[in-house]
């Protein structure tokens, strides 16, 4: 049983290929969605130059004023790195690899209570692979070019407050509250978590633009993050983490930042960055308590610069802040998003891009800022649609910023319906196994007993459709798996399955009396299963059937299990073999079980003879 | 700055920094309690247990047995447990594991005065009950059985009497036993921990949980159990009144306390392995049972600290082995035969890497075999007694199949 008992690997081809064909196949229609709303932007510009030309077109030039400047750049900040965001979400490995290497790390440390939560969006996201990975790309594009194409008024407004809300979502369920509920949480490694700055940057996008009237907002920003960043300077100073050591010595294990580092050099990258990652991580070996030092002391100069609230020092801490944030980007955390599974660039680059906005909106001010306004009418307002053929700049603006939310439905759609099924995709036992093999041949006839020393032989299971698997009773891997499958199987049947048998047969030559059939059935819970047989019988007839239906069965020496194929057949109504199937289980994870099972269903079920 | 403004960001800022130094000490009691490596402690109260080890060796009338774990011990999925047998017309060993079961978990084995010999698969990864191999030919044919629930992991998991009776305790949380009359296959439930717990028996020694069966040397069956009441072993034997407490007088009396390590029936021959504490001084102490019902107690063998055991068995006599790792060496003490008083001999320290030590013969055919384990070779080293010298006299390699449990 070759590759019994190992997990998908992350590139597997069937979930890559997959992968691309659902995001190609969605390109298609975004490419739809572009070419509609082309059509609907040249019917708007044909109205509107007719308007123009009869001279109905009551329209003056807005009295709105500039977008404020921390706004803007907020907007087009986010906008941008939700864009790139998207995109990573792409990488091949991401069906696979993202709960198992991204989302379960992260939460490895926190309490239960986190653990479950983030284990729930797990099991959404391992159950339908495809579907999850190809939903994240599409809203996190959808909302970056939201924010991108929608500058002021409502619609980014809208924007900031999706934003905000798509980021707790991934604040919680993917970086399991950042890991702030872990030990050793530290700065350095990403606390409070990326997803929330993400957070703070929508909030502050959907804030009213009056908020930008003043230095305000930008004074409590700047004071916030001080107030963070000192902070963060006792954390990092607290004894007893780790973090004032370098290499291992003394019967004490290495330090914290220092077994952080190697890790990262493990990621796969380019040959430079594991160069400078490995210098640091032997510079740190040497000299962990001056490093953390400087941390402790750079973060806590930092923190009051900022909250001093005194614009030379806060420009100067900025300057500081940014080429510190960029040292530890890259020497700690390797840039973020390398590696195949990298979902986003950190929480440097976002936490360097807040402070940014928040200097702007102290000190950047046009003072007095109006509010966006629609078309001046100067009886009534407009109507929307009297906007959309009035003003060309805002019913751009308004198509475009549909076209990305209906790109971001694109996934959010897809995303909805796959967390209220509880079974797995098929695609997942179709990368274990490969695909079923359709086939069209009389099933080798058997005699056996079974688990209650009965007769049974393949005639006597005429009229229903039989699922023949080969099982060995005294097995400690994969048999008990297999079993399990069988059972789901038999409950997404449901009462349909009163037209199945489901059929083991016993592939062990030396252990397989019927005391031990009916061991194994108490020990997997299929004893009150009524369309259950465990088949067994003499040496001779056992070999023959195994034979006769292609199952290698051999002896291991040295305390090894019994080597056997892992097979089923799908025997129709009429004792016809339709489909053979590897039934190997691979991880035997839930959502491999499931998606087997879910397999197996789809292929009985249209045999299944109607009453 | 308005006053109120400066006021209102310095509370912010206390309040950030009382939080931070709250989750730091919160972050960092967490770390401290996870990091520090405490010193185990017995949860009855007893001596540090040794922990007792399966590899083991045993004599009965078709050969000497030992049972080793090979392979990539450390991985559980590529750890195969071997047994192999020294018969009586051979100088030479051979692997005999029963086939058709994955052993990962562990082989527990034992025999009878009249040959018989039942082997355990402690059950491992998905298996939810033990199958059971048995043969009366020295390993050369094996028949099959199973226990209907989970081995415990221990070496004593298993009797076998001479009247074909069988024991097997259970690996519940507590242990129950189960008892057959002969048919490895057909098992009904002997004894509750529970129902030992709260006999007269059971509360004379604060019994906490079951840890071996035995039979003794008329064939009565023996359970023996961890206690927490200091200088009690908790040796059980059933008679026509219940189970009753063995009495052991122990050296140092109520002032030690006791822990079972082994209770053995192998080959028909039964003994007791003892682990004493006494004012933080822990030792070993061989106990075997009389004709008339009383034990006989060898005298201590004390420990230093840090020592771990990682073999123990029986002779032909009934006499104990331990196979003791001390540092970085080994170390090798047997008992000399069963009977009060019994002093402790130390034989030359077996090769680094030895698994366990065998014993068999008598007289001048007497011979001490260290069956050295690297990965999947097995070599046997005998001990020269005149030089008290192990030369290397055998290399088995066992084919094993990396992978092949998952």
């Known amino acids: ?611 | 700055m308005t006053r109120v403004a400066h006021r209102a960001r310095l509370a912010l800022t206390v309040g950030a920094l009382g939080a931070t130094v709250l989750l730091g000490a919160g972050g960092t009691a967490h770390l401290r309690a996870g990091d520090v490596l405490l010193p185990a402690r017995s949860s009855i109260g007893g001596p540090v247990p040794l922990g007792v080890p399966l590899a083991t060796s045993f004599s009965s009338p078709d050969g000497t047995w030992a049972d080793v774990a090979m392979g990539r011990v450390g991985q559980l999925v590529n750890t195969f447990w071997q047994t192999f047998v020294l018969r009586p017309s051979s100088s030479r060993w051979t692997l005999v594991t029963p086939p058709g079961v994955a052993d990962n978990g562990g082989l527990v084995s034992t025999s009878s005065r009249t040959g018989r010999v039942l082997a355990g698969f402690v059950a491992s990864q998905l298996l939810g009950y033990s199958p059971l191999a048995e043969t009366a030919d020295a390993g050369r044919a094996w028949s099959a059985g199973l226990v209907p629930a989970r081995l415990a992991t221990t070496p004593d998991a298993l009797a076998v009497s001479g009247h074909g009776g069988m024991l097997a305790l259970l690996g519940a949380r507590d242990g129950s036993v189960l008892a057959s009359s002969g048919n490895p296959s057909d098992w009904h439930t002997s004894l509750r921990a529970g129902a030992l717990r709260a006999s007269p028996a059971g509360r004379s020694c604060g019994l906490q949980r079951l840890v071996a069966v035995a039979y003794g040397p008329r064939g009565t069956p023996l359970v023996g159990a961890s206690c927490t009441k200091g200088g009690r072993v908790g040796i059980f034997t059933h008679t026509s009144t219940g189970w009753n407490l063995v009495p052991l007088h122990l050296p140092g009396g109520a002032s030690s306390s006791a822990g079972l390590l082994r209770l053995s029936s192998s080959g028909g021959r039964t003994s007791a392995l003892v682990e004493l504490d006494r004012a933080r001084q822990v030792s070993l102490v061989g106990a075997w049972p009389g004709t008339s019902g009383t034990w006989s107690v060898s005298t201590s063998l004390p420990l230093g600290s840090g020592v771990r055991l990682v073999a123990s068995g029986t002779l032909g006599s009934g006499a104990l082995f331990v196979l003791l790792a001390e540092g970085p060496g080994l170390r090798l003490e047997t008992t000399g035969p069963p009977g009060a008083g019994a002093t402790w001999q130390e034989l030359p320290a077996p090769p680094a890497s030895t698994a366990t030590v065998a014993f068999s013969g008598t007289g001048r055919s007497a011979r001490v075999d260290a069956l050295v384990v690297h990965g999947s070779t097995l070599t046997d080293d005998a001990l020269r007694l005149r030089s008290r010298r192990w030369v290397r006299s055998q290399t088995i390699k066992v084919p094993i199949t990396y992978g092949s449990s998952g």
């Not at chain 1, 007095?368 to 649609?385: F, K, Y």
């Not at chain 1, 959309?388 to 909805?416: K, Q, S």
């Open chain 1, 1 to 611: 049983m070759p590759g019994m008992g190992k997990p998908l690997e992350l590139t597997n081809p069937t979930i890559a290929l997959a992968f691309q064909s659902a995001l190609l196949r969605q390109s298609l229609y975004v490419v739809v969605v572009l070419v509609m709303l082309a059509v609907a932007w040249n019917v708007l510009r044909a109205t509107q130059r007719a308007r123009s030309a009869r001279g109905t077109d009551r329209a003056t030039a807005t009295a709105g004023g500039q977008e404020p400047s921390a706004r803007r750049f907020l907007r087009v900040a986010f906008g941008l790195l939700w864009v790139l965001d998207g995109v990573l979400q792409a990488q091949v490995a991401m069906p696979l690899g993202l709960p198992t290497q991204v989302i379960q790390p992260a939460a490895a440390a926190s309490p239960g209570w986190v653990q479950h939560l983030v284990n729930a969006g797990v099991t959404i996201w391992s159950n339908h692979p495809i579907t999850a990975a190809a939903a994240t790309v599409w809203i996190q594009v959808g909302i970056g070019v939201w924010l991108l194409v929608a500058p002021r008024g409502g619609w980014s407004r809208g924007a900031g407050l999706v934003t905000a809300g798509w980021g707790v979502l991934v604040w919680i369920f993917g970086e399991a509250f950042g890991g702030i509920f872990a030990p050793g949480v530290s700065w350095m490694f990403g606390a409070p978590g990326a997803a929330l700055l993400y957070v703070v940057a929508g909030l502050a996008v959907a804030a009213p633009e009056r908020s930008y009237s003043t230095a305000r907002l930008g004074r409590w920003a700047l004071a916030a993050c001080g107030t963070f960043f000192v902070g963060m300077a006792a954390l990092q100073a607290w004894p007893g983490r780790g973090f004032w050591q370098g290499a291992a010595s003394g019967g004490h294990p290495g330090g914290t930042l220092l077994t952080m580092v190697r890790s990262m050099e493990a990621t796969r990258q380019p040959h430079v960055l594991v160069s400078l990652l490995s210098s640091f991580a032997s510079f740190d070996s040497g000299h962990g308590v001056a490093v953390n030092l400087v941390v402790v002391l750079l973060l806590a100069a930092v923190g009051a610069g900022l909250a001093s609230g005194r614009r030379p020092v806060v420009r100067a801490t900025l300057a500081v802040a940014v080429l510190y944030f960029l040292a530890d980007w890259i020497f700690v955390e390797d840039l973020g998003f390398l590696g195949g599974v990298g979902t986003d660039p950190n929480s440097m680059v976002p936490l360097a891009l807040l402070l940014v906005g928040g200097y702007l909106a102290s000190y950047s001010l046009p003072l007095h800022v109006e509010e966006v306004s629609p078309v001046v009418v100067p009886i009534r307002a407009a109507s929307l649609r009297e906007r959309l053929v009035a003003r060309p700049a805002y019913a751009f603006r308004v198509l475009a910023a549909l076209g990305a939310i209906g790109v971001a439905l694109l996934g959010a759609g897809p995303m909805a319906a796959a967390s209220v099924n509880s079974t797995a995709s098929p695609i997942l036992a179709e990368a274990t196994d490969g695909t079923p093999n359709a086939t069209d041949f009389p099933a080798p006839a058997f005699h056996l007993v079974d688990q209650y020393d009965r007769p049974v032989s393949l005639a006597s299971l005429r009229g229903k459709v039989a699922v023949v698997t080969f099982l060995d009773p005294v097995c400690t891997s994969d048999c008990p798996v297999i079993a399990q499958e069988l059972r789901e199987a038999d409950q997404m049947l449901g009462a349909a399955g009163r037209g199945v048998e489901l059929v083991a047969i016993v592939a062990n030559p030396l252990y397989r009396s019927v005391a031990f059939t009916q061991a194994f059935d108490r020990a997997e819970g299929l004893t009150h299963l009524g369309n259950w047989l465990y088949l067994t019988g003499s040496l001779s007839s056992l070999e023959r059937t195994w034979n006769q239906y292609g199952i290698q069965v051999a002896v291991e020496p040295g305390g090894s299990m019994i080597a056997h194929s892992d097979l089923a057949y799908v025997i129709d109504a009429s004792g016809m073999t339709r489909y053979a199937l590897d039934s190997s289980p691979g991880a035997g994870s839930a959502a491999t079980r499931s998606s087997f099972a879910g397999l197996l269903t789809s292929l009985v079920r249209p045999l299944i003879p109607r009453a």
